[in-house]
C-alpha cells in the first residue's frame, strides 16, 4: 500500500524560509513518473505548486517560479520542496502527491496518490 507523509510545515515570518518533505513507502519515486506539491489555500480549490518527473524535469506555477524549488532523492524515496521569500499568500496546507502517468503536471485529477497534507503559515 502506497503512503506518503509530509513533514516540515510550520510558521514563519513573512521572508522566511521552509523546507518540506514527503516520504513514500510501498512504493519508490522512481517508479511514479511523477511527483508534485500542491496546496490548499482556506475556501479555495487546491492548486498545483510544482512538479518533477523521473527524468528531473520540473514544473514551477507562476506564484512560486524563481521562489521555490523542487527535487527528490530516490535513494531516501523522498520529496523536498525548498522554499523560500515567503509571503502570507503563501498560507495554506500543503500536500504532496504522485502519479504514475501524469500530462498535465500541476493539476490535481492526475495523480493517484496523496498525502493528508502539512500547515504552512506565514505571518507578515
Known amino acids: 500500500q502506497v503512503q506518503l507523509v509530509e513533514t516540515g510545515g510550520g510558521s514563519v515570518q513573512a521572508g522566511g524560509s521552509l523546507r518540506l518533505s514527503c516520504l513514500a513507502s510501498?512504493?519508490?519515486?522512481?517508479?511514479?513518473?511523477?511527483g508534485a506539491w500542491f496546496r490548499q489555500l482556506p475556501g479555495k480549490e487546491r492548486e498545483g505548486v510544482a512538479a518533477?518527473?523521473?527524468?528531473?524535469?520540473?514544473t514551477y506555477a507562476e506564484f512560486v517560479k524563481g521562489r521555490f524549488t523542487i527535487s527528490k532523492d530516490n535513494a531516501k524515496n523522498t520529496l523536498y520542496l525548498q522554499m523560500n521569500s515567503l509571503i502570507p499568500d503563501d498560507t495554506a496546507i500543503y500536500y504532496c502527491?504522485?502519479?504514475?502517468?501524469?500530462?498535465?503536471?500541476?493539476?490535481?485529477?492526475?495523480?493517484?496518490?496523496w498525502g493528508p497534507g502539512t500547515q504552512v503559515t506565514v505571518s507578515a
Open positions: 502527491a504522485a502519479g504514475a502517468y501524469v500530462a498535465d503536471k500541476l493539476a490535481p485529477h492526475e495523480y493517484n496518490y
Open positions: 510501498g512504493y519508490t519515486y522512481s517508479r511514479f513518473s511523477t
Open positions: 518533477i518527473d523521473n527524468d528531473g524535469t520540473t
